[in-house]
């Protein structure tokens, strides 16, 4: 079975500080990564995909097989960063996402 | 472009009584979900539809839980009876084979 694991529920970091987002994940193929964003009373969006290797906001995320990790960083946290983030994988672009429980991100001024 | 439309935004319902969760995709997006997150939680899949085709409802509550495609566009998902333990955010979405895109979502309350 397919699981998503992000150990932290709650990050607070100062404005300008490094950000981290863990993200662990167990499954037995190659599967699609993805981040996911929720701001505040906004609809679940796509922040970004490993399969792209693409930097969006300023977020980064490295796919480590080894280590079965996704995790999401970016190395200075603006304000606007604070929200919901959700890591999930698919088997294949078309099947659903199995999510991890999510970390909220506080971005402290 | 709306993106995706769910109806209602929310709803509050004694148990016991039946509830109805509408969803209209983004045109030309053949694949729909429905996920329901409870609080605190990620979203977790009830069912997906591929066109008006269910291709994969195992998580799908089928004592009390029903959902239809008709034409392979819009979508509504149904509870009847409605558990306090229902009390979520259902959430849909669609894709046409890159990324999905998520609705709004209704938060349903059972009381």
């Known amino acids: 079975a397919q699981r998503v694991t992000q150990p932290e529920k709650l990050l607070s970091v100062f404005k300008g500080a490094p950000v981290e987002l863990k993200c662990n994940y167990s499954?037995?193929?190659?599967?699609?990564l993805f981040w996911y964003v929720q701001y505040s009373r906004q609809r679940l969006q796509l922040l970004l995909r490993?399969?792209s290797r693409e930097s969006i906001k300023g977020f980064t995320a490295d796919l480590n097989k080894g280590e079965t990790s996704f995790h999401l960083k970016k190395p200075f946290a603006q304000e606007e960063d604070s929200a919901m983030y959700y890591c999930?994988?698919?088997?294949?672009?078309?099947?659903?996402?199995?999510f991890g429980s999510g970390t909220r991100l506080q971005v402290q001024p | 472009e709306a993106g995706v439309v769910q109806s209602p935004r929310y709803k509050i319902i004694e148990k016991k009584q039946p509830v109805a969760f509408w969803c209209n995709p983004i045109?030309?997006?053949?694949?729909l979900y429905w996920y329901r997150q409870n609080l605190g939680q990620g979203p977790e899949l009830l069912i997906r539809?591929?066109?008006?085709?269910?291709?994969?409802d195992s998580q799908l509550p089928k004592d009390r839980f029903s959902a239809e495609r008709l034409k392979g566009v819009d979508s509504t998902l149904k509870i009847q009876p409605a558990e306090l333990g229902d009390s979520a955010v259902y959430l849909c979405?669609?894709?046409?084979?890159?990324?999905?895109?998520f609705g709004q979502g209704t938060r349903l309350t059972v009381v």
């Open positions: 490993h399969i």
């Open positions: 499954y037995s193929g190659s599967p699609e």
């Open positions: 979405a669609s894709s046409q084979g890159t990324e999905a895109f």
């Open positions: 045109s030309g997006h053949n694949t």
């Open positions: 999930a994988l698919s088997p294949s672009l078309r099947r659903a996402l199995t």
């Open positions: 539809y591929e066109n008006e085709e269910a291709v994969d």
